[in-house]
């Protein structure tokens, strides 16, 4: 369920897109408000999918409205002016462009248009944070009284041998007496997924899946039947 | 002259009585306001202002089924723009049909 803020000195538009909220199970109002400023300090304080931003306010225009906003949540103006929607489109935030007055068919796609884009986001927000994941953490492993410094960008699978565990790396292999749940907990989780009871891969390193196996370098490595689930719901998969 | 009707706000309601009357309340509650400002503005010859006040109206003439008036509006806001308006009275002959109606729904 999305939430959203309804932007717009006129009580009658903002009565409009009430209805048509109201009327979709899919976005709750958190708040209405008649004028820009308030709806600012507004979303300073609260995060909110999607704000229905009328253009022409007194003294602040939707476009004003959306530069003052550090991060925008996702946008969808309304106006009764057809000619801004190439302005429009020049702002990121802004999915969508509403002519007064509004019907019915035309909210409910822009609602689908919304959910997309904040769905696209999410997909971003989550292969950015996997990406400095895997860039920036590392991993210092104990081989013969050394310390030797792994990035976790550089692993690409570790297996579980008895006692020890096999790091496997592009340039090297290492062997270390450790298990591989407790090398697991030091592992970031959007990046180390175990798919199997003996391995786990460097899930940004997989070249491709075939039935139940992944190939990861020149390894092939099995995906037992029970982790394949967690596996498949990590990938950005286009169906 | 062309008159209103609550097509748009019944299509809006679906059937739902309640909002088209708490809608209907919405109207009547802010017409008059509006118009008030318009003629405050428009006397003192407040042109920037005034295509404003008429840009917010001519959402009320779309609700209210003013396929003409609306027209009537898009003109006279352009008109007030570039600093004349001569459309002022038929405008205003709108808005009066409007203040009417309102008063019989």
Known sequence: ?239 | MEQPNLNYIKELSGNDKAFELKFLDIVKGEFPVEKQEYISCSERKDFKGTAEIVHKLKHKFNILGLEKGYKLAVAYEEELKRGSNKLKDDFLRVLVTIENYILTV
């Open chain 1, 1 to 239: 369920m999305m939430n959203c803020i309804i932007v717009d000195d006129e009580a009658t538009a903002r009565a409009i897109v009430a209805k048509f909220c109201e009327d979709t199970s899919e976005i709750v109002i958190k708040e209405e408000f008649s004028n820009a400023i308030d709806a600012i300090k507004f979303l300073n304080k609260q995060t909110i999918d999607v704000v229905f931003l009328d253009v022409h306010m007194p003294g602040f225009t939707g476009f004003d409205f959306v530069e003052t906003l550090k991060t925008p949540p996702k946008i969808v103006l309304i106006t009764s002016d057809k000619d801004l929607a190439l302005q429009a489109y020049e702002y990121d935030a802004i999915v969508d462009y509403l002519i007064k007055p509004l019907t019915k068919e035309r909210f409910e796609k822009s609602i689908v248009k919304v959910k997309t884009a904040i769905e696209n986001q999410k997909i971003i927000n989550n292969a950015s944070k996997v990406a400095r994941a895997a860039n920036l953490g590392e991993l210092f492993i104990n081989i013969d009284r050394r310390l030797i410094k792994l990035k976790f960008n550089d692993i690409l699978l570790i297996q579980a041998l008895g006692d020890y565990i096999k790091i496997k790396t592009e340039k090297e292999e290492y062997k270390v007496h450790n298990t591989l749940k407790k090398v697991k907990e030091k592992l970031p989780e959007d990046v180390f997924l175990q798919i199997h009871r003996s391995y786990i891969i460097n899930f940004t390193k997989i070249i491709d899946i075939e039935d139940n196996s992944v190939l990861i370098d020149k390894s092939v490595v099995p995906i037992s039947r029970s982790n394949k689930p967690k596996l498949m719901k990590h990938l950005n998969l286009l169906s």
